[in-house]
């Protein structure tokens, strides 16, 4: 199949306007102008996508696909009462509502043209919904307790969760292990986690730095995460003394940063010398620049994060936190605050942040070699982007169209490993109508606790 359009982004190389991609048995066989592509496989069948960017598909670094239908539950909380608010309602949930949460995730994933996913999990369910739309990425089972005496009982059950997982799991997706957070997980807990991570050659991913709430707890000792999350989580009756040292220096001495294919989350609270930690751990961090505005955590210093050589890629979040999983939105305002932060000394243009949604996202997974750009031999992971509609035209640089003009409506195709995921012109509008429907039910579960 040769793909055409107005535009063809490879990301690891220039723009190509009027360009083509060859695909055959869902890898990537030639890319260029397109007179030369249709010259070249005359035979081949096509499809032009116009007025249009053909790109890699988005990594998104964070995910929770299962929170999908907190969608707008708790919108104007900061972080911790947020946190707070989220767990007093999972409990609600049954596993069959937890996989209806999980499949509205995985459905708005490709349909904002994410290809791949890093998705941390308690139940696993995100497992069996990414590999039903057909999602490439990483899914973390996540751990916590700050009780030291179920350290080994905690990591033992997320072992065998591991293993079944990675029997299950379609061959684009991963198993590696997520300690939730400094404030949820025992030191006992991270070492485990850092040795069985490498004995078994899981990836990690954890929250880190994430709020000011988060800093102040493990520095301080104090914080709302210091009395209500841990009494809600059954631990206040253990000790927790201040560590004077910032999250990232925390969690480093229990050796869990030098753990390869590290990923650590939000990254937002950083004390001196914390870059320079993550740098020469070789950490990569995912950037969620509105999950972090919207629940009032701050902003990430991208710019030290980026001159000190560490990896920097983007996540959505969840809509729990983050309402939508659209990736043009995240591009977009992450771009803005870091402009309006740094003014006119350093300015990101849009193709940086086009590079860190693709190429640097998949260097982050270390899948690189397979997909975030497009170049021949590399999987066929792309999605065709309308850039024709009346809030984008005319365009320019198709960077900037891509970062600024688009939304996730705009996708028009989704394609993971060559086989279509999400077609605009043949979207199943009766098969999404019910899954709507049935997330509706969940939620009304959950709103009826609040009126309780
Ligand atoms: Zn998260």
Known sequence: MLLQSRYVLPVSGPVIEDGAV???DGEIVDVGPRAELVQRYPDEAVRDFGQAALMPGFVDLHTHLEYAVFRGMVDDAPYSQWKLQVMQKESLLDEEDWAVSADLGATEAVRSGITT???????????????????????????????????????????????????????????????????SCHPKLFEAVAEAARERALPVAMHLAGSKDEHDFVKYGSSLLGQDYREASGWSSIGWLPTGVSPVRY????????????????CVHLDDGDVEILAKT??????????????????APLQELVEAGVLVGIGTDSPASNSTMDFFDEMRIGLLVQRGLAGEAKFYPAERFVRMATLDGARALGIDRLVGSLEPGKRADIVAVDLSRSHQVPTR??????????????VLMTMIDGQVVFD????????????????????????SSNER
């Open 424 to 447: 605009r012109s043949s979207v199943e509008t009766e098969a999404f109508a019910d899954l709507a429907a049935r997330a509706e039910r969940v939620q009304a579960k959950l709103r």
């Open 22 to 24: 060859l695909v055959r």
């Open 282 to 299: 070789g950490v990569s961090v995912a950037y969620c620049p509105r999950c972090n505005l919207k629940l009032g955590m701050g902003i």
């Open 397 to 410: 640089d198709p960077y900037g169209a891509v970062v600024h003009t688009a939304n996730q409506d705009d």
């Open 117 to 183: 996913i890093a998705d941390i999990t308690d139940t696993g369910v995100s497992l069996r919904s990414a590999s039903a739309v057909g999602l490439r990425g990483v899914v973390y089972r996540e751990v916590s307790t700050m009780d030291r005496s179920q350290v080994d009982a905690v990591i033992a059950a997320a072992l065998d969760d591991v293993e079944r997982w990675q029997a299950a799991a379609s061959g684009r997706l991963a198993v590696g292990l997520a300690p939730h957070s400094p404030y």
């Open 251 to 266: 969690v480093y001495q229990w050796g869990i940063l030098e753990v390869p294919r590290m990923l650590a989350v939000h």
